[in-house]
Every structure is written in C-alpha cells, then in structure tokens.
C-alpha cells in the first residue's frame, strides 16, 4: 500500500474558473461557467441542481475522463490536466473511487471479484487487499454473498457492492453520481449511512450529485449547481423564494 503523500501541496480539491461547453446543433452550449469549488481533507460535500445543470459533467472534469475548455482542476497537489493520459488513469485508479447511479459491475464476476477490480488494475491483488474486500462487505452486510453473481442480487444490494469498490483502493476522493437513485427509500437511507460513515471512518473526501433532498440534509456542506456556477444551499433557497 502506498503512503499517503507528504507534499507541502494543499491536499485537497481545488478547482479554479472551470469553463465547459458542448456543442449542440451546430452551437457551443456553455454548461459550466467560472466555476469554483474548494474541498477540504476529509471534507463530504453534497452537490444537488436541476436535471442538465451539469453535475455529471462536473464530475467528469474532475475526474479528468473530460477536459474542461478552460480552468484548473487540482487534486491533493497534482495539476491533473497537465498529466498524460496514463498518467491521469494511474492518478485515477490510485487516489478516485467512483459510485455511479448505474454501478456498472461486471455480470460475469462474483461479488468479491467486482470489488478487487480497483485494485488488479492498480498494484495487484495482497492478501491485504482481499482482507479489506471481506471486511468492506460484511460492514454492508453482504458477508454471505461473496461469490454471488451481481445478477443474483437487489439493486440496493448491488450498490453496496460499487461503494465498496470504490472503496477497495482507499482512495482519497470519492465521487458519487447519483449513488441513491432508483432505489427505495430506505435502502438510499442504507447506502447514504455507508458512504458517509465509511467515509469519515477513512478520512476520505465525498463529492456527493444527487436529487435526493434527504440525503443532501445530511451533509455537512450542501452546494447548488446553478447558472453553470455552485452556490451554498442556504443562498438557492433565497434566491427561490425571491423569484
Ligand atoms: N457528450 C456530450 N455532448 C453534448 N452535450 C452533452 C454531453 N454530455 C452532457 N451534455 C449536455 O450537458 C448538459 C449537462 O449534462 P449533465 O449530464 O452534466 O447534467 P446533470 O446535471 O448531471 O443532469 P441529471 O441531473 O439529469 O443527471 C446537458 O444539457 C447535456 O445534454
Ligand atoms: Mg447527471
């Protein structure tokens, strides 16, 4: 495993005057305009906006799968668009875990396998990391199902898998697209406690996209994809009731 890096650096998120366009019949559609956004260590911060405001694009930048058109994106010191491609997916791998809404694991893996697939593509599978795969899944309550198929298990049970993959490299970022979505109530309740806690319980940033307005109450910062900009949440809700 390797060491957390000592860098004089600030070792958390900072992302400075992001612009993002898309092209749309023939015309640049500007998505994200001057967009700042700042976390720290440790810090989970929850981003919620109306469908097309650009909170997956974000996320996308951030991760550097997309360029911006313009602005800066650093993470834990590193000036991620200025690496090469191998060296962003090495970056990836070893510092980002992702929960998207879709979870995307693999049907023809077990369970347990789904989970370690982070770490083969990274520095290869240890007894370490195989211990940590069997303790991250029984703390979602899934010790039993192992060797289970993904197609053999709910949707609620599915994404406990894809959080404790994203937790298999013990990454310093989480992003999480829309981790609750489509599942009911209280199993969003049961993936929402699982981020949160196994977050704070590794000291690990969250970058939180959702619609759900509960599991937004529960973060500590909740901000507004806005306009192509992020606002606090406290100055949305004025900014509504004025209009
Ligand atoms: N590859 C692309 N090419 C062109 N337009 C795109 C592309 N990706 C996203 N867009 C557009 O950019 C805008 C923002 O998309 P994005 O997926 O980031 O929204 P979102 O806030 O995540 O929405 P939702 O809440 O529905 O998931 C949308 O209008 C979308 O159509
Ligand atoms: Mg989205």
Redesign the pocket.
Known sequence: MTEKSQSAEPQGVQVRRLF?N???AGAA?S?LRELELEIQPGEAVCIT????????????LISSL?RPDAGEVHLLGTDILALSEKEQTQFRNRHIGFVF?DHDLLPQLSVVENVLLPAIAGEGVTTETEQLAEKLLTRVGLQDRLKSLPAQLSGGERQRVAVCRALINKPELILA??PTGNLDPATAKVIGDLLLELSREQNTMLLC?T?SVELADRFPRHLV?EDGKLIAASNALQTTAKS
């Open positions: 993002k898309y092209e749309s559609v998505i906006g109306p469908s097309g405001s650009g909170k997956s694009t974000l996320l996308y997309d809404q697209d829309e996209v619609h994809l």
